[in-house]
């Protein structure tokens, strides 16, 4: 049942997504499950990390549990809630969560199976919106794209970043926590004996939005933090790549509250930095109500704010960023700065409300002058959210490529 044509999961992709998408767009967010879905919560203390951690190494699986999939597909899965060791921005060991699927069926393509790495898009800062306990109650937007890899085959690893779901703040949009947990949680699907999947196969990185500039990390960071993975491509849709420029972007726009979400990764990444003492009593309780929520929560209910009315001096929170400390705390988020090793692919919509279409581009740009297999397409698509069913098809296209040992074929110097 694997055997699927191209344009087969092409068109897969593209109807699936599309219906995804429309709910995201509509502001209704995906459909919440109820005790009569018969879905049952994940019990919150797996979501609490041991302390002290366990000595290990990255990707190593503190513990696992097997979990549901609230979603109805024809292609059977097996699924495992993890909870596995990475390091965040300062090298220190962390516990991150995730789920591991695997395909019931066998796999009938050229070697071992490979295994897909999703890093996924911005889901929000509440714990109960990561998207392992999502994808356990079928309301992740991710699904369409998570129904399309197993049904080609795929093993896929989701992460959920760190500390969303487990305690503090989630380190919204910072480079290396993301692109580290993303790649370790690949190593722990590996190293997973119930997971069923191949030790040393074949793997794949692929996000969008908040994913695509997880993904984009993890292809910059693999070869020096993850060299054993056999990395076949990084995959990065609409990346949010230079931080400062996506919030001036948003700041007073329909999605001005993930501004809000920025502000709480920073403080949690970087304390010292003392980043909630810029706000006014205004600002630290919109930190306080985005801290709880979901994107779907978020976005109408903080839409068209302005930072400027959130700040104890009323300046804009851009304008901080483009003074120290901030700065240089922004421009280590940076991405487009390290040469990938691996072939890349690069989607991002003319039209994009949400990261600059620009964003994209330059990254892009910026990995060719360092010498990287870049491959980048304009989206025809408007909007973010509707350039997501292009952006899937035209990525799960890619990633058949890569598995089945086609050359890539970069388009350098013509964008």
């Not at 933090?225 to 790549?241: K, T, V």
Request: one cysteine or more; proline letters at 7%.
């Amino acid at each position: 049942m694997y055997h699927i044509a191209r344009r087969g999961i092409a068109l897969a992709v593209a109807a699936t997504a599309a219906t995804a998408t429309m709910a995201v767009a509509a502001g209704t967010g995906p459909p919440q499950a109820t005790a009569d879905d018969g879905v049952e919560a994940a019990d919150q203390s797996f979501y609490q990390p041991p302390d002290p951690l366990p000595e290990g190494e990255p990707g190593d699986v503190i513990r696992h549990e097997e979990m549901s999939i609230g979603f109805d597909t024809p292609w059977s899965a097996d699924a495992h809630r993890v909870m596995y060791l990475s390091t965040d921005t300062h090298g220190e060991a962390m516990a991150v969560t995730g789920a591991v699927l695997t395909p019931t069926g066998p796999w009938f393509g050229l070697g071992d199976r490979p295994v897909v790495g999703l890093a996924p898009g911005t889901h929000g800062m509440g714990d109960d919106c990561a998207p392992s306990r999502r994808i356990d109650d079928g309301t992740t937007y991710e699904l369409p794209f998570i129904q399309a890899l197993l049904e080609r085959g795929y093993g896929v690893a989701v992460t959920d970043y760190q500390n969303l779901g487990t305690p503090d703040d989630h380190t919204y949009t910072i480079r290396q926590a993301q692109g580290n947990a993303t790649l370790d949680v690949i190593r722990a699907a590996q190293r997973l004996p119930e997971a069923g999947l191949p030790d040393a196969g074949p793997v794949a990185t692929v996000g969008y939005s908040q994913g695509g500039g997880a993904s984009a990390a993890a292809g910059e960071l693999a070869s020096t933090y993850a060299p054993e993975l056999d990395l076949r491509g990084s995959y990065a849709g609409a990346p949010p790549a230079d931080l400062a420029e996506v919030a001036r972007f948003l700041d007073g726009s329909h999605a001005a509250g993930l501004v809000g979400y920025a502000v709480l990764g920073f403080n949690e990444a970087y304390p010292e930095l003392e980043i909630m003492e810029l706000l006014n009593e205004k600002g630290r309780e919109l930190a306080e109500e985005v801290r709880q929520e979901c994107v779907e929560e978020t976005v109408p209910k903080h839409a068209f704010t302005r930072s400027e009315d959130l700040t104890e001096d009323g300046r804009p929170i851009s304008d901080f960023l483009d003074e120290e400390p901030y700065r240089t705390r922004v421009l280590e988020n940076q991405l487009g700065t390290i040469k990938p090793e691996v072939p890349t692919l690069v989607l991002h919509s003319r039209a994009d409300d949400i990261v600059p279409y620009e964003q994209g581009r330059q990254m892009a740009r910026d990995w060719c002058d360092l010498g990287a297999s870049v491959r980048f397409r304009t989206l025809t698509s408007a909007t973010h959210v509707g350039a997501v069913p292009e952006a899937s098809t035209k990525a799960a296209m890619w990633l058949e490529e890569r598995f089945s040992g086609m050359p890539h074929i970069g388009n350098c110097g013509t964008f």
